[in-house]
């Protein structure tokens, strides 16, 4: 016999029901991280696919938290990082902890790609999408900063998509193999952000561990 979906909805609330459900997913994903070679990560993936990665949500990845990390990973293990529009819905201090976290699960020489809506992008629909605290955003990142806070955990930071303070876009060619990033200039075709040729634009920025 077929449950009800609001039956089905109230087992999902059940903390027991989401214990289970997240010791499931954390034993499915450590059998995938074991397998990869190399080992290519998105973080807040959702329901993102990406061939040859293997994607995380916050149910068994708070990347805030040391102990999530060590459930899944071991130091200097991943050979690539992906974020796309994640870290705005952390604080800054969140986001340190989180960037620090980052570097120290990376190889020496390994790539953390991060995408976060850009704060020196300043049309009206654009702005009105990504200032916080609209879809439960708590940080807004510049090129100013973004790189800079990167830089803290250690890494050399490289902007490969942004807009500068005097809002001119910039955008130098990336490998998409490297780390897909849909809300781009190369990529995105939302019309509702259509500015000239462009259309949604992110503050993209590659962290290499160095």
């Not at 060590?70 to 130091?75: G, I």
Request: with cysteine; charged share 35%.
């Amino acid at each position: 016999m077929q449950v009800p979906e609001r039956i089905k909805q109230v087992v999902r609330r059940v903390p027991l029901y989401r214990q289970a459900r997240r010791e499931y997913e954390l034993s499915r994903l450590r059998r995938r991280v074991r397998g990869a070679d190399p080992l290519l990560v998105v973080i807040g993936g959702g329901g993102t696919r990406f061939d040859g990665w293997v994607c995380t949500d916050r149910e068994v990845l708070d990347v805030t938290r040391p102990e999530d990390w060590r459930r899944l990973f071991v130091p200097d293990s991943i050979d690539r990082l992906l974020s796309e529009h994640v870290f705005e819905h952390l604080t800054e201090d969140e986001c340190r902890a989180a960037f620090a976290e980052c570097y120290r699960h990376l190889k020496p020489g390994g790539l953390f790609r991060v995408a976060v809506p850009d704060g020196y992008r300043r049309d009206s629909a654009y702005v009105a999408e990504v200032t916080p605290p609209n879809d439960g955003h708590k940080s807004l990142f510049t090129v100013d900063t973004l790189p800079h806070l990167l830089e803290g955990a250690g890494f050399e930071a490289t902007p490969l998509e942004y807009f500068d303070a005097a809002e001119n876009f910039h955008a130098a060619e990336w490998d998409e193999r490297e780390g897909f990033v849909s809300r781009s200039v190369r990529f995105d075709s939302q019309e509702r952000f259509r500015r000239g040729e462009l259309f949604y634009t992110s503050l993209i920025v590659d962290a290499r561990k160095v």
